[in-house]
């Protein structure tokens, strides 16, 4: 009976070694305490993953001022307030005065308030002036900087009374930015807290650029998935006639975007179809094979392709946001929803609003136009859809999707973006 009872508890035994050997350690998290010019020591606290439980008491002062709760990445939080964290996190404490100010008793009163859609490349700064304290707001804006101790670049956002932003654009991706809002009124400028946070990543990496060995111009290129684009839409002249108004089926016209000639070096120019195709016939198969205006090495894009990238980046519903980017794009429109998007400048694509032009008529007439410069990013493919129209890829200031392709007449310009061959 011993014997029976002792390899019994052994069996227990290994079974429980074997249990508490199969456990997986959860992670932790741990979150660090910043006195953001107070006085005092805070020690970290650790989280475990999942597990919900109040900060830690403040126990950092400030003379001529009180503790008003914690700041961390764009967010704020009471003190002892009950969180739960997936990340590590540092918090800086926020502080509100509790004496006289003397040289700005009658300045306003301004907050600072946490900032909203934060992309790779751009942040909304929101900020609110509480009180004018009896004279008229002539500023108010932000400052900001990489450092908490140096928020000194200034944006101004426009005047007077409650809340205000700015759209700060272009920042660098995954990168921490400290700002403070302030307000100024004849008495003197007074400044909110100061809160910080981080962008995040872009997606795809910057390529060696390239020299186009036809005419020496030089580009940047960026990868995105499988595929290496031009980073810059195409100035290639070649043997395309500059147009102004007129357009044509079968004759290759170049165009300057909203018909300026200083636009070139930014924009590229825009192409009718013969001009991009440079003779070539269409194309629906990934890669296209048709090398059309781009340079040796090159080729312009098919709807195929343009619809791998699209797919890469989780489908067309905000794929538009995600490819815009530059701070080219007009963002003064009420339903400007491109550049308020949370995607918008998340990849290295960096579409370029160039605009296009359109013409009408078989054979066109000579009274076309340039239409939504700064508005709209209209890329010509290699799949045509008729003896006299096209398909083409477009993205517009108010929506965050990248189109299905359209079709539009093979006389219209629009700019060119190549990918490199296979």
Request: charged residues 15%; contains cysteine; glycine residues 10%.
């Amino acid at each position: 009976m011993k014997r029976t009872l002792f390899i019994l508890l052994a069996i227990v035994s290994v079974a429980g070694m074997i249990l508490i050997s199969g456990c997986k350690k959860p992670k932790t998290y741990t979150i660090t305490f910043n006195a953001n010019g107070g006085t005092g020591t805070m020690r970290q606290q650790v989280f475990t993953e999942g597990e919900q439980k109040a900060l830690k008491k403040n126990e950092f002062t400030r003379d001529g001022y009180d503790f008003s709760g914690w700041n961390g990445n764009g967010a704020n939080f009471l003190d002892e307030q009950i969180i739960s964290v997936a990340t590590d996190l540092t918090l800086y404490a926020l502080w509100t005065s509790n004496t006289p100010q003397p040289l700005v008793a009658n300045a306003p009163i301004v907050q600072t308030n946490a900032a909203t859609n934060i992309t790779a490349t751009a942040a909304r700064l929101n900020g609110n002036v509480i009180s004018n304290e009896g004279a008229y707001i002539t500023e108010r804006g932000f400052l900001f900087g990489t450092e908490i101790n140096d928020v000194s670049q200034k944006i101004m956002s426009d005047v007077g009374n409650g809340s205000f932003f700015v759209i700060l654009m272009p920042l660098s991706p995954n990168t921490t930015y400290f700002y403070k809002a302030y307000a100024s009124n004849s008495e003197g400028t007074s400044y909110g807290d100061v809160m910080y946070f981080t962008t995040s990543s872009q997606i795809g990496t910057r390529g060696e650029p390239f020299t186009d060995d036809r005419d020496g111009s030089t580009y940047s290129t960026v990868n995105i998935g499988s595929q290496t684009w031009m980073g810059e839409n195409l100035r290639y002249e070649g043997n395309s006639a500059l147009g102004s108004y007129e357009g044509s089926f079968v004759a290759p016209y170049r165009y300057y975007p909203n018909n300026d000639a200083k636009n070139v070096s930014t924009y590229g120019y825009l192409y009718n179809w013969p001009a991009a195709m440079n003779g070539q016939t269409g194309s629906e198969t990934n890669p296209s094979g048709v090398q059309g205006i781009c340079p040796n090495g090159w080729h312009l894009p098919s709807v195929a392709e343009w619809r791998q990238l699209a797919d890469y980046l989780g489908g067309t519903d905000n794929a538009g946001a995600m490819l815009a980017g530059s701070n080219l794009w007009i963002d003064d429109y009420p339903d400007f929803d491109l550049v308020s998007s949370p995607y918008f400048g998340t990849t290295v694509f960096n579409a370029l609003p160039a605009g296009y032009t359109k013409h009408y008529g078989d054979p066109p007439s000579a009274t076309g136009g340039y239409y939504e410069f700064g508005e709209t990013a209209t890329f010509y493919t290699t799949t045509d859809s008729g003896d006299y129209t096209a398909h083409f890829c477009s993205i517009h200031y108010h929506c965050t999707n990248f189109g299905d392709p359209g079709d539009h007449n093979k006389c219209s310009a629009f700019s060119v973006r190549c990918i490199r061959d296979n």
